[in-house]
Nanobody, 115 residues
Framework: QVRLVESGGGLVQPGGSLRLSCAAS??????MNWYRQAPGKERELVAR???????NYADSVKGRFTVSRDNAKKTVDLQMNSLKPEDTAVYYC???????????WGQGTQVTVSS
């Protein structure tokens, strides 16, 4: 069982920045991801950090968000810059373990972009 603890959400003005962090309790993760879900919308993949060092981003956040992982610390961060009101959502940390390919979710953290 892998527990994920997220931190860093909050309220920020448009154009501002926030950094989300997620720490896994155990396990070696192939994928460490950030998803988000806005009210009335489906959950969507925002950014992915793969164990081989590669990263992927949703088109809507490319150039503004940066995902980074620390394998030794079992953490994955999401640096969000130039935030827009449409980035408002609950952000979820998600990991997939490398051996069993089991998926785990964090509890979610609210990000609100508003003036």
């Amino acid at each position: 069982q892998v527990r994920l603890v997220e931190s860093g959400g909050g309220l920020v003005q448009p154009g501002g920045s926030l950094r989300l962090s997620c720490a896994a309790s155990s396990g070696i993760c192939r994928y460490m991801n950030w998803y988000r879900q806005a009210p009335g919308k489906e959950r969507e993949l925002v950014a992915r950090a793969v164990s081989d060092g590669s990263t992927n981003y949703a088109d809507s956040v490319k150039g503004r968000f940066t995902v980074s992982r620390d394998n030794a610390k079992k953490t994955v961060d999401l640096q969000m810059n130039s935030l827009k009101p449409e980035d408002t959502a609950v952000y979820y940390c998600n990991v997939v373990t490398i051996v069993t390919m089991k998926e785990y979710w964090g509890q979610g953290t609210q990000v609100t972009v508003s003036s």
